[in-house]
Each structure stands twice: as structure tokens, then as C-alpha cells.
């Protein structure tokens, strides 16, 4: 239904809150309950509780200080409570004359002077009492919640409830899970005898229905996108003898690791095949993951495709890309085949010089941001797809990018690349869709690097340390944060410890690069860096991943304590790349109370406890919750609303294995059931 101008408030925030069919509303669950079941006592009671009380006003004043309220005294015979308004109006006077009888719902707070409550809700006392408990839904302002009960109960009346889990299922789940339409009444109405932490904690049968209902659904529909996928066609690429492929292999300065070799292998397979690759390429920063794609790339040129490389931005793309054309562009020219680039800052005439290269086929590599992806981008016969950072890009890039291929039915092969790994329950359910490859081994020869929690106070000799590494002909990388509502208090941030480290290291080389610097003068600052001239490179967080100086053996972070888990991770995976000893030294400053947030702590915490990537991203996802973790970007893809996944593992293991035979043996239901759970929402799923 369009909005129209006849809707009122109330529901055209229904429609916002996507609450539109009938099984929408059932399956809108309460955050919380009140118990307005039952009268307590006031002597029974205690601190913080939310109860419902019957008792005799003995006074009602309006009193000035420390503000105007009205102050009013009850007491229910077993005690005496004050209750202050700061609004109010004659009828609340009236209703709260002394020697009236009154119920009063509200939270009580104990006191110096006794029970006290702040504007409780108010009723004559002597009404009946509610049976079930109050339900308190997640809703906005302009949908009161009196006005949603009202629907979500009607809806619920109205929604068919049938069971979708085939016949044998439920009986099976441990711990015990009900019937859908029993748990979705009784968590709508819960009777007063439940006990209270089981609905908190959502360990209540009813409760496990609900995650058990929308795991699956998860698993459902990602998986009918991968076969949906499978359905399709790309070229099927086989390894030939001679080619670009084999020459790359022997010419690389080094021997490719255990790890590197399996995951090529994998790749080799799947783009061996028609059906499309869908693959994630994880590995730790370092671990080697370019030469892996330029590998993949070798394959699908030597086949005669074309291959699309694409970085989120464009230093990332040159510093990412740089080794890897170093490596191929040699072995082009005896073929005749070209290199093209595609940026946002091009020159009109240099762009269209690429773009005929890339439609004529005569690029076999086409590097860039997502200039590569822009419509007018036409390739001539695109067979691979390599995204870097993959979690940087965004669902409708990553579906823009598998729709370059000519011919309808058909996509090219995708390989995404990612230093950030996805955590096992992560990769289970959201990212269900991805085959994973992991380099889970460093290239020989890195020392590992120790790091080091600082206070600013102690910036002096953080000084020292890289006046000590400059002189043993090291190279040194001090990171400022990017904070992005103030990009101009981030610039004088950064300009100030440039002033202050050059001045500080005369002789040495120390450069600046911020986001704001045109791109032929980040270039430029970078090549000097890269180039070993350069000793000191200040910078916000613009290297934050890719960059490639195994020269470089001290990473200093200023303000640690603003910076994400993951990007403090990749920052300190620019150094230790060689075979000097590295460190990296986490400069923190107390916030404007004196202290660390919590969660500032935690992170620093887990960076000087650990360096495997994998902790890395388990501690991330513990710290921020997968929502934060998967990142706006990511929300295309459905999120679990009420399973979690640090405690629904054995739910997770057996949607897994439940959806495939779903799918097989009760096609019918598993439609159903995805269509309950995700209505047309599933779109995006896909990509
Ligand atoms: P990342 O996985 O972070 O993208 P890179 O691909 O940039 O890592 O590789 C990091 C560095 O290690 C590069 O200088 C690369 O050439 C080098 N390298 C990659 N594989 C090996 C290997 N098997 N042995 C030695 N050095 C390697
Ligand atoms: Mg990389």
C-alpha cells in the first residue's frame, strides 16, 4: 500500500517500522513486560522494582524547592512512599486530593527519606487487574503503545500460524522449542506464573521457537541464492601450460606458502568450473593475499578474459594493486595486452583512452576504485572479479560489479579479499552464502611485533624510539585519527605532530599525508615513503590498509583509544612485513572525565593481548555485536533480531543442517517460512 495523504501518524510509523502485513505484527515482539497482574506491598519491596501499589493519599502539597513540584505522601498500610511530579496540572491535583484511594504503577527508589517515586501512573484504586502481563514494544513516538498493542494483538488474531518446520522437527530441538503459534501468544500475553529472567534472557521455550524460526529462515533463504547462483554460467577456466600463469609462478622472488598454495588451489577449482565463483579470500594482513589473485587473474588472462581488480579507494588501489601489475605487465607484452586504470579523479581524455581499452578486450586487467563498476564501463568479456576490502564495498557494488557481464544468465567469477576475518558464527549464518578460503600462515622470515600501550604523557619517549629506528635506517609510521564530523580539527591534529616531528628529528625526512591532499600529492608523498627517502610518514588514516614497506619497523597510533579494533589491527599489519624487529606503540589519552571509555579499554586491551587476526575479529564482534560489526554497509543483509549468535551456536548447527533437506524434501514449506520471515526483503540477500 503507497503512503497516502488519508494515513494517519500512527500508521504511517507502522509502515516505517515495516509492520504491514498480519505476520508482521505477530512477529513483533516485546523488548520488556510490566505486571500489572498483581498488588504488592510496599514493605515487601525492594530498590528498583517496577510495582504496582494500592494506597491513601495523606498529603498533597506544591513545594519550590530545589523546582516546582508537587509533592504527595500515600501510604498502603504496610508503608509510606513520596511521590514527586514535576508536571502537573489541576486533574493529577484532583485525582491525588487527600484520603483519595489510588494505584500507582512506577519504578520505586529508596531513599534517605523512605520510598519515593517519580511520576508514577495513575488509576482509581479498586479496577480489575490485568491477566497477563503488560507487553512494552520497541516502537517510536508517534506510535503510542496503547495504539500498537491494539494491532499487533489484532494482527496476531488475524496471521496464519501454521507450522512451517516439517512433520518430526520440533520434537528434536534440545532444549525443548514450542509451536509456533503457542510461543507467539504466549509472548504476546504471557501469564503472570512465568517467571520473568526466562523471557529476559530468552531461554524460554517460546522464545527458542522465535530464534529457531528466524535461524532458519536465514539459512533458507541464503541458501536458495546459492543455488539460485549455481543456476547461472560463467566461463570455466582451465589451466593451460605456458601461459601468463605458469611464468608469474616461476618468476616470483619467492616460494608461495603451504597456505597460499591450498587456497590457489581452491580458487583454481572453483574458477575451473561454469558454475560462478562466490568465494572469500581471508587472510591476515601480510599474509600474502595479492599474490593469490594475481595468480586467479593469470588463470582467467590466459583463457583470453578479462579481469577486473577493484579497491575502496584509490591510494588503496595503486598501493595494492602496484606489485601485482609490477608482476603481470611484463609478462603482457610479448601478448599484446595492456594494463587500464579507472579512477573518479581522471582526466576526461586519459578515461576514455581506458574505456576503449577495456571494451575492445585489449586491457586484460582493468584496476581501479568503483569508477571500474560505473555504467558506462563496458567490458568486453569480464571473467573475474577481485575485490579487496571486500567488507568496504557495499551490497549493490558488489551486485553492480557480477552484472558486467554481457550476456544475460551469465556473471563473471567473484573473488573477494579480506584482511578482517569473519568469525565462525559470522560465517555461518550472514555470510552462509560465501565460500571461505583462509591463509592461516605468514611468509617466512616476519618477527613478530610487540605492542605497546602508552599514555600521551609519555609522548617524549615515543620520541626517542623513533629517533633511535630512524638512525638504524628504519622507517617509522605515526597514524592521527580521522574524526569525522571535524575533518579540519583532524588536519590540525595531524599538521601539529608534523611541525612537532620534524622539528624534533632534524636531518630526517618526516612527510604528511591527509585525506584532503589532491591525489597527485598523496602520490607523491607516498612514493617518497615507499622509496625508503622518506624516514617519518604522518599521516591520518589513509594507509590504513594495503600499504607495502617492509622497511618501515615502528607504527605509532596516536589517540588508540578512538581507533576500531579491526583498523588498529590493519594499521598494525603495516609493519613487521620485513625481517627487522617491530613494534608498535598504542598512544592513548584520557577522555575529558579523566578515563578510558570501556570500550575504548577493551580494545586496547586486545590488541596488547594478542596479534592473530582471528582473536582480533572474535574480540571485535564480542565488543561491538555483529549489527556494528558487519556495518551499515552490510545491512542489506537481513538481520537476526532475536537469536544471538554468541548464544545460539547449537540453534545455528541446526538450521544449518535443516535448511538443505528443507529445501529438498519440503520445497513448498521453505518457501513458505522465508516468505514469513523476510516478505519481499530477501532482494538483497543475494549479493
Ligand atoms: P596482504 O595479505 O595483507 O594483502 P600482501 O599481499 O600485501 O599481504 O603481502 C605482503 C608482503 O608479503 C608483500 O611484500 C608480498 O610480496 C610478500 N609475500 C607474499 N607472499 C610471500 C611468500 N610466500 N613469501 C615471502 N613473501 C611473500
Ligand atoms: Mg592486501
Same mark, same amino acid.
Given at each position: ?74 501510604d ?21 486530593? %487527600? ?10 527508589k ?47 488474531a ?30 504476546h ?32 533463504? @541464503?541458501?536458495?541464492?546459492k ?37 590457489c ?50 591510494i588503496?588501489?595503486e ?25 573518479g *579523479? ?42 579487496? !576490502? ?6 549493490? @557494488? ?6 558486467k557481464?554481457?550476456?544475460p ?18 560465517? /555461518? ?8 578460503s583462509?591463509?592461516?600462515?605468514l611468509?617466512?622470515?616476519?618477527t613478530?611485533?610487540?605492542?605497546? %600501550? ?7 619517549? %615515543? ?11 628504519r ?26 616531528? *620534524? ?13 584532503r ?13 615507499v ?23 615502528? /607504527? ?9 579494533? *579491526? ?20 598512544l ?23 596479534t ?19 556495518g551499515?554497509?552490510?545491512s542489506?543483509a ?26 529438498d ?17 530477501? !532482494?538483497?540477500?543475494?549479493?
Amino acid at each position: 500500500m503507497p503512503v497516502n495523504a488519508t494515513m494517519t501518524a500512527p500508521q504511517k510509523a507502522l509502515r516505517k517500522l515495516g509492520l504491514e502485513r498480519d505476520i508482521d505484527l505477530a512477529l513483533h515482539l516485546p523488548l520488556r513486560y510490566e505486571d500489572e497482574t498483581r498488588i504488592v506491598k510496599l514493605r515487601d519491596s525492594r530498590e528498583g522494582d517496577l510495582v504496582q501499589i494500592e494506597a491513601t493519599v495523606t498529603s498533597c502539597d506544591i513545594a519550590y524547592r530545589p523546582r516546582r513540584q508537587l509533592l504527595v505522601t500515600v501510604d498502603d498500610d504496610s508503608d509510606t512512599c513520596v511521590l514527586r511530579f514535576f508536571t502537573f496540572y489541576p486533574s493529577l491535583q484532583k485525582a491525588l486530593a %487527600v484520603g483519595n484511594r489510588v494505584r500507582l504503577r512506577g519504578e520505586l527508589k529508596g531513599g534517605f527519606l523512605g520510598w519515593t517515586m517519580m511520576h508514577p501512573a495513575i488509576k482509581p484504586a479498586g479496577g480489575e487487574l490485568a491477566t497477563a502481563l503488560t507487553p512494552v514494544y520497541p516502537t517510536v513516538a508517534a506510535l503510542p503503545q496503547a495504539y500498537l498493542r491494539k494491532v499487533v494483538l489484532s494482527g496476531l488474531a488475524r496471521a496464519d500460524l501454521s507450522d512451517t518446520f516439517p512433520p518430526g522437527v520440533t520434537q528434536q530441538l534440545r532444549p525443548q522449542v514450542w509451536p509456533l503459534q503457542d510461543a507467539l501468544r504466549f509472548l504476546h500475553q504471557p501469564t503472570p506464573d512465568v517467571s520473568l529472567g526466562t523471557l529476559e534472557d530468552k531461554t524460554h521455550p517460546a522464545w527458542q521457537r522465535l530464534k529457531a524460526e528466524e535461524l532458519l529462515a536465514q539459512q533458507l533463504s @541464503q541458501l536458495e541464492s546459492k543455488r539460485e547462483r549455481a543456476a547461472l554460467r560463467s566461463p570455466a577456466f582451465a589451466l593451460t601450460a605456458g601461459g601468463i600463469h605458469s611464468q608469474l609462478l616461476d618468476a616470483l622472488p619467492f616460494k608461495l606458502t603451504l597456505a597460499q598454495q591450498r587456497v590457489c588451489k581452491e580458487i583454481a577449482q572453483d574458477i575451473a568450473r561454469e558454475m560462478p565463483m562466490h568465494r572469500l579470500l581471508q587472510g591476515d594482513v601480510g599474509s600474502g593475499k595479492t599474490v593469490v589473485a594475481a595468480l586467479a587473474a593469470a588463470i582467467a588472462i590466459d583463457a583470453g578474459w578479462q579481469c577486473a581488480l577493484m579497491a575502496p579507494t584509490e591510494i588503496l588501489a595503486e598501493q595494492h594493486f602496484r606489485k601485482l601489475i609490477g608482476w603481470l605487465e611484463p609478462l603482457f607484452v610479448a601478448r599484446g595486452l595492456r594494463v587500464a586504470w579507472l579512477t573518479g *579523479s581522471q582526466k576526461k581524455k586519459e578515461r576514455n583512452e581506458m574505456l576503449a581499452l577495456v571494451a575492445s578486450g585489449e586491457a586484460a586487467l582493468v584496476v581501479g576504485t568503483h569508477a571500474v563498476i560505473q555504467d558506462h564501463v563496458v567490458f568486453k568479456r569480464l571473467g573475474l572479479a577481485v575485490i579487496d !576490502e571486500q567488507h568496504r564495498f557495499g551490497v549493490a @557494488q558488489r551486485l553492480a560489479l557480477r552484472a558486467k557481464m554481457s550476456e544475460p544468465g551469465h556473471e563473471p567469477h567473484l573473488l573477494m579479499m579480506s584482511a578482517t576475518p569473519i568469525p565462525r558464527t559470522l560465517a /555461518m549464518s550472514y555470510y552462509a552464502d560465501l565460500d571461505v578460503s583462509t591463509i592461516d600462515e605468514l611468509p617466512p622470515g616476519r618477527t613478530p611485533i610487540v605492542t605497546k %600501550v602508552i599514555a600521551d604523557s609519555r609522548r617524549d619517549e %615515543v620520541v626517542e624510539r623513533i629517533r633511535s629506528q630512524v638512525a638504524q635506517g628504519r622507517q617509522v609510521y605515526w597514524v592521527c585519527p580521522l574524526i569525522e564530523e571535524s575533518e579540519a580539527l583532524d588536519l590540525t591534529n595531524a599538521t601539529e605532530t608534523h611541525e612537532a616531528l *620534524s622539528a624534533a628529528l632534524p636531518g630526517a625526512m618526516v612527510g604528511l599525508l591527509h585525506s584532503r591532499m589532491p591525489p597527485a600529492e598523496k602520490k607523491a608523498v607516498m612514493s617518497l615513503f615507499v622509496g625508503g627517502q622518506m624516514a617519518v610518514l604522518v599521516s591520518t588514516t589513509v594507509i590504513e590498509v594495503g600499504v607495502d614497506v617492509p622497511n618501515a619497523s615502528l /607504527m605509532v597510533i596516536e589517540h588508540a583509544e578512538r581507533f576500531g579494533l *579491526s583498523q588498529m589491527h590493519q594499521l598494525r599489519g603495516r609493519v613487521g612485513r620485513g625481517s627487522a624487529a617491530s613494534a608498535c606503540v598504542l598512544l592513548y589519552s584520557l577522555g575529558e572525565y579523566g578515563k578510558l571509555s570501556e570500550m575504548g579499554r577493551a580494545r586496547l586491551k586486545a590488541m596488547a593481548e594478542t596479534t592473530d587476526g582471528f582473536e582480533i575479529a572474535r574480540r571485535d564482534l564480542e565488543i561491538r555485536g555483529p549489527g556494528e560489526f558487519l556495518g551499515a554497509r552490510q545491512s542489506g543483509a537481513a538481520m537476526l533480531r532475536f537469536a544471538d549468535l554468541a548464544t545460539d551456536v547449537a540453534l545455528l548447527e541446526w538450521a544449518r543442517a535443516l535448511a538443505p533437506q528443507m529445501l529438498d524434501l519440503h520445497p513448498e514449506l521453505a518457501r513458505r517460512h522465508a516468505a514469513r520471515w523476510f516478505g519481499g526483503k530477501s !532482494e538483497f540477500l543475494k549479493a
